[in-house]
């Protein structure tokens, strides 16, 4: 992965510029990394502060050969390479939040934006959209974000190179989805697991059929988060936003 790379000096998205070297033909493991964003896009239409040179805001693209619905299995799979890259890379230990927020001290340090498009109830291609906070100084975050984003600059206490990471993840990916390809998800469901600060604890989960309240108790084969609620339900989640409590 990695090794067709497009790096662009400022962009207004690098899932906008991925996405037309999709419709292109671009092969797979394409990688477009930005300098800075203008218009970087976060989940749930949120936009994502990307000032030049600070952070890693680059798109790659993948062709599983999969259907549809096992897109969100690549989302948890981004996760895991990222938090792995990141704490060999740094030693910052890094938790993943379900799906794929990844959290240091509750602190978000990188988030992951997956866009599939799909033919035929089969993946097309898929855009793994990532952001990681590298060097981001507190001062220099807006202030509605002191109290829930971090870089790994202000977590490790020493500037981190950007290339080392972005080779550390594309390895990580590189090796995580040879795996999910030979064995499927399984392997990648223990080691997100493994890494996960959601499991076990209390969560509040916003869908767009309102709020659930339990404790969050597995990630199902599928990869969708499994809750026990106060009156002994359980209930599945294939999509929202956690909140810790
Ligand atoms: C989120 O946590 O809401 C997802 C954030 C994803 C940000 C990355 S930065 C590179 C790529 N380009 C974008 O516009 N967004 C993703």
């Known amino acids: 992965f990695g090794r067709h790379l497009n790096l662009m000096e400022v962009t ?10 999709a419709e292109e033909g671009a092969p797979e493991g394409t990688l477009v990394i930005a300098e800075e964003q203008t218009g970087g896009r976060g989940r749930q239409g949120k936009r994502w502060y990307s000032p030049a040179r600070k952070g890693i805001w680059m798109s790659l693209l993948l062709r599983p050969q999969r259907p549809l619905s096992f ?57 793994a959209g990532i952001g990681i906070d590298v060097n981001v100084e507190l001062e220099e975050l807006p202030t509605e974000l002191h109290t829930v984003a971090t870089s790994l600059k202000i977590e490790s206490g020493q500037t981190q190179s950007r290339a080392t990471l972005i080779s550390a993840v594309m390895n990580e990916l590189e090796q995580l989805y040879n795996l999910y390809e030979e064995e499927g998800f399984a392997p990648i469901r223990h080691l997100w697991e493994a890494l996960s600060v959601t499991l ?5 989960v916003k869908t767009p059929r309102g709020e659930t309240e339990g404790t969050a108790e597995a990630l199902d084969e599928t990869g969708a988060l499994v809750l026990l609620d106060d009156t002994g339900n359980i209930i599945t989640i294939f999509s929202g936003d956690v909140q810790l409590a």
């Not at 207004?12 to 070297?21: N, P």
């Not at 996760?79 to 938790?95: F, H, L, N, Q, S």
């Not at 599939?116 to 089969?122: A, N, Y």
């Not at 076990?200 to 509040?204: E, F, L, P, Q």
């Open 71 to 127: 897109a969100p299995q690549l989302t948890l799979l981004t996760a895991v390479a990222v938090c792995r890259a990141i704490r060999k890379v740094t030693g910052v230990d890094a938790g993943i939040k379900w799906p794929n927020d990844l959290l240091v001290q509750g602190k978000k340090i990188c988030g992951i934006l997956i866009e599939s498009v799909g033919e035929d109830e089969r993946i097309k291609y898929c855009i």
């Open 200 to 204: 076990g604890k209390r969560v509040t």
């Open 12 to 21: 207004s998205s690098t899932q906008e510029a991925a996405r037309l070297l």
